[in-house]
């Protein structure tokens, strides 16, 4: 896996190609090998490949065109429901209708996502996650019938890549690791650290589309508004409550 995890580029445009079965099931296999809370499993993996609910999910994720070009959309989700069903039946009395569950839940499902997409890359597979899962967690739970205690955290769309993308750019490793304990970072760190990134071609372009002066103003006035944040924080946080998390 150290190539796939080396090269991974976000693919969004895709060949209409469909996912052998074989293909798709050792996919979603892996998923299920990964790390999980108490072995207790609290995810599941809604996958998608109906042209008629991939343009249902379409409007969830903003239309944007990998969600119907893309051979399989895996939805991913926090899910208590089947855990709690299994000890009822068996005489437990199940309490995880709690944030530290949902956290707990969250973490399974996203590191499920992280093998799912290790290994659909491996097979050849191109992906991207989707940022807008939890903007629209609502109308996505209507699209996918999904049930009380059951919560999308995050979406991949998968299939064969129809472009070659370039490797997107990351900080230094210096920038994300910490020796020990952690140690903050002054005023030159930070301007050392996203130096290279700040004198990029793509961030004179985006200045200039953008007509802002600097790449942190991008983020906070354009892509993640303060606004828009809370609206998003508010509309998840009051779907969680009615999904049967923070009851207690």
């Not at 299920?32 to 008629?52: E, F, I, K, P, W």
């Not at 064969?160 to 210096?174: F, G, H, I, K, V």
Request: charged content about 20%.
């Amino acid at each position: 896996m150290i190539e796939q995890i080396a090269n991974h580029r976000s693919v969004r445009k895709f060949k209409q190609i469909p996912i052998p079965e074989e293909i798709l099931n050792e996919i979603l296999q892996a998923g299920t090998r990964a790390s999980t809370t108490g072995n207790m499993q609290l995810y599941s993996m809604v996958v998608t490949t109906s042209s008629d609910l991939k343009e249902k999910l379409s409007p969830c994720h903003f239309n944007q065109p990998s969600v119907c070009q893309a051979a399989a959309v895996v939805t991913f989700c926090a899910d208590i429901n089947r855990f709690d069903k299994w000890c009822v039946l068996r005489g437990a009395k199940p309490q995880y209708d709690n944030f530290a569950w949902f956290v707990n839940a969250a973490i399974d499902a996203l590191l499920a996502s992280q093998n799912v997409s290790l290994e659909a890359e491996a097979h050849g597979l191109g992906i991207c996650y989707l940022g807008t899962t939890i903007y629209t967690a609502a109308q996505i739970a209507e699209v996918l019938n999904l049930p009380k205690g059951v919560v999308p955290v995050t979406t991949i769309v998968m299939g064969y890549p129809a472009e070659e993308t370039p490797l997107t750019d990351r900080l230094p490793l210096e920038a994300v690791v910490h020796r020990e304990t952690y140690c903050d970072y002054t005023a030159q760190n930070i301007s050392d650290l996203w130096r290279d990134r700040e004198a990029s071609e793509e961030t004179a372009r985006l200045l200039q589309e953008n007509d802002l002066p600097n790449l942190a103003r991008i983020f906070t006035e354009r892509r993640y508004k303060a606004e828009d944040n809370l609206a998003i924080s508010r509309s998840y946080f009051d779907f969680l409550k009615k999904q049967g998390f923070f009851n207690q």
